[in-house]
């Protein structure tokens, strides 16, 4: 079978994006192995970035194996995927741009404010479920998506009609015979107006303003807080980083069978012996360290230990 016509470009780019699927699934595969096989398999599996990761890998070589049929693009099930998958792509985009850091310094504290957030949604996503729910109970025959569309306008945009929100009533027309104009006539009160005008007022104050300015002041301090501390979680971005290329290449190393010196050579660039501290062959050990130095040797003055410390601003 062979793609022709105006099929041709698409199913060229569906076939590039199951290639990279597939080796973006490798590499995945060969980091968890890695981290597992350093016992750090609690590490990655706690991550939610790396849950990210792998959502997102296995999402593209779902829609791209789908995309294979061109009668898909008409369901909307797809489509919805689709869409979350395209933002999903966007947002680890901006992962990726923390590892420049000029970037990533005046990225970081922005993220990292969203996510300290989250107490603080948690809290405002129970009150304002309990105010839909409360206007729900009222049986004014609205549905219970209408009633959280209309409680989410209320509070975030300020829009709000009791009469509306109180009764579900069509609307109603007169006809004058005369003139034959149309006028919309006024709805009849609803029973539970006046409760409606009240419990209002209080959703409006508690959470249309009390929340809304808590919320305002939280991302000011927590911002402040995350911008103080933005080299600290850059460097922590980039340590994080490397243990993942890190582990990709154990993991590599794993898959194919690669034996324990050639595996040193591919993860380290070179072998355990480089490391070596003493040039004497009599007192290499398989576990070369400083200690195993006797002070007073020539050894002794080139023994040195790595030690990576934050640079203060």
């Known amino acids: 079978w062979v793609p022709v016509g105006d099929d041709l470009p698409l199913q060229v780019t569906t076939f590039v994006s199951l290639f990279v699927a597939l080796v973006a699934m490798y590499m995945e595969v060969a980091q968890i192995i890695g981290y597992v096989s350093f016992g750090l398999g609690k590490l990655y599996f706690s991550s939610a970035r790396h849950w990210f990761d792998l959502t997102v890998v296995v999402m593209t070589g779902v829609v791209s194996l789908a995309l294979l049929d061109k009668r898909v693009v008409e369901d909307t099930a797809f489509c919805t995927g689709f ?11 901006l992962v990726y741009l923390r590892q420049i850091k000029v970037i990533g310094i005046q990225i970081l504290p922005i993220t990292q404010t969203m996510w300290d957030m989250g107490p603080f949604l948690l809290v405002f996503s129970l ?8 206007f729900y109970a009222l049986n004014t025959g609205h549905s219970f998506v209408d009633c959280f569309m209309q409680v989410y306008q209320m509070v975030i945009f300020g829009v709000a009609d009791s009469s509306k929100l109180a009764s579900n009533a069509a609307t109603q027309w007169k006809v004058d015979l005369i003139s034959g104009d149309v006028h919309q006539l006024d709805p009849p009160e609803a029973d539970y107006l006046n409760v409606v005008r009240v419990m209002m007022m209080f959703v409006s ?4 303003v009390s929340l809304m300015n808590l919320f305002l002041a939280m991302l000011c301090l927590t911002y402040s807080l995350a911008h103080g501390e933005a080299h600290l979680s850059f460097m922590r971005s980039r340590t994080k980083l490397v243990l993942d290329q890190h582990a990709v290449r154990i993991g590599t190393a794993k898959l194919c069978c690669v034996r324990r010196k ?19 062959v009599g007192h290499q050990r398989s ?21 990576a410390t934050q640079v203060e601003q």
């Open 83 to 93: 869409g979350v998958l395209v933002f999903c792509k966007w947002s680890r985009f």
């Open 205 to 208: 104050f508690v959470i249309g």
């Open 287 to 307: 576990d070369p360290s400083a200690n195993s130095v006797e002070d007073g040797t020539a050894s002794s003055h080139k023994a040195f230990l790595w030690i």
């Open 262 to 280: 050639g595996a040193e050579k591919f993860v380290f660039r070179r072998s355990s012996s480089d490391f070596c501290v003493t040039n004497s």
């Open 127 to 134: 009150y304002f479920l309990a105010s839909v729910n409360m």
